[in-house]
């Protein structure tokens, strides 16, 4: 077991759980999102997952914080933590997204990562005019576009002429100020997404499911063709955690019975979603509280079972265990000083072992 690193999501959609929350508002401010993130970076949360959206999926009544200049503000307010920015290749020509990840790489000091995500909402794309490829061409799409952008992320002189693409000796700088480019980390668990994540990307998320599945999906990915460093791999959670695990049942008991309430906005979701994405077919076989697969991945317990879980986790081969909490702030707090000191115990038990 690698020592674990752990993430927040930060709140872009206002919530990740239940808009019924007594003690906690949706609220998708910038101002509520810097105090999150620079409390994560804080109480010693190595990253921050910006999710991308250009209205919000639960309704666009709803605000939704922009993920790109989000996280320049943050890359400005931040020192140390890692900002993940979420990308969907169809939102951005691959020279300018390139640029725009240079110019946070520099005001961070070496921490944007990219998180290629290839479109999940049709309405989205569909209402603003912009052609919603379908899923097997969106990775055709995709790859060709991640392709550029690495190379120019590298500070390369690009020249591509293919299907999507005509760049031709296309050079970007500054660029490799402070490491050979940005980390790049993939979602999607489709065939397509497998093979792009094991042939490009360093780090393939993977969304919250029991541990039986993610052990498969590791395995088939790293059996597929690669070149270079290891894949390495992360998951997303949904995290309750509590000092018994009888209290921590009836939180997610109540989690449950807020949920129900919310059944119009997730209407909204799934009539608008790509009845080919892989992630919602796993989402109806793991029902869930939070998105990505949420408390699915079983990190809802007493602290010592959370801790045993995420460890168990890390020994499969998952790194980066990037989490949602409802009301956030409090539980974020709670899981860092309750659940994360366990783990780290129980890491370096099995490395004097």
């Known amino acids: 077991m690698s020592t674990p690193r752990f ?10 759980a239940s808009h019924q929350h007594p003690a906690d ?68 020509h691959p020279v ?3 640029k725009l990840a240079l110019g946070i790489e520099e005001i961070s000091r070496g921490r944007l990562s990219l998180n290629l995500v290839n479109a999940w909402f049709v309405p989205e794309l569909e209402r603003a005019g912009i052609p919603f490829i379908e899923h097997g061409e969106r990775y055709a799409y995709g790859t060709e576009w991640l392709t550029i952008v690495e190379a120019l992320l590298r500070g390369e002189r690009v020249t591509h002429h293919g299907r999507w693409f005509d760049v031709d000796r296309y050079q970007l700088r500054p660029a490799g100020t402070y490491r050979p480019r940005p980390r790049i980390y993939l979602g999607g668990e489709s065939g397509a997404a497998r093979d792009l994540a094991a042939a490009q990307a360093d780090v393939w998320f993977i969304n919250g499911q029991p541990q039986t599945s993610v052990r498969d999906l ?27 695990e009888a ?28 009845p080919d994405v892989e992630m919602f077919k796993t989402f109806q076989k793991y029902p869930a509280i939070g998105t990505n697969g949420g408390t699915s991945a079983g990190l809802v317990g007493s602290y010592d079972q959370v801790a045993a879980r995420v460890a168990e986790f890390g020994d499969l081969g998952i790194e980066t265990f990037m989490l949602q909490f409802q009301p956030f702030e409090a539980e974020m707090a709670r899981f860092a000083h309750e659940v994360i000191p366990r783990v780290r115990r129980l890491s370096e038990r099995k490395v004097a072992v």
């Open 7 to 16: 993430g927040v999501w930060a709140n872009v959609y206002g919530t990740w």
């Open 25 to 92: 508002p949706v609220d998708a401010s910038w101002q509520r999102n810097r105090r999150l993130v620079t409390q994560a970076e804080e109480l010693g949360y190595d990253s921050t997952l910006i999710a991308q959206h250009t209205y919000n999926p639960f309704g666009d009544q709803n605000g939704q914080l922009e993920a790109w200049t989000a996280a320049a503000a943050l890359a400005e307010a931040t020192e140390h933590i890692e900002i993940i920015t979420a990308i969907k290749p169809a939102l951005y």
């Open 96 to 98: 300018v997204l390139a």
């Open 218 to 244: 590791i395995a088939d990915v790293t059996a597929r063709p690669r070149t270079g460093r290891p894949l390495r791999y992360g998951l997303a959670a949904f995290v309750i955690a509590r000092p018994t």
């Open 247 to 274: 209290e921590a049942a009836e939180e997610l008991a109540a989690a449950w019975a807020l949920s129900v309430k919310d059944d119009p906005a997730r209407a909204e979701i799934f009539a608008g979603v790509d």
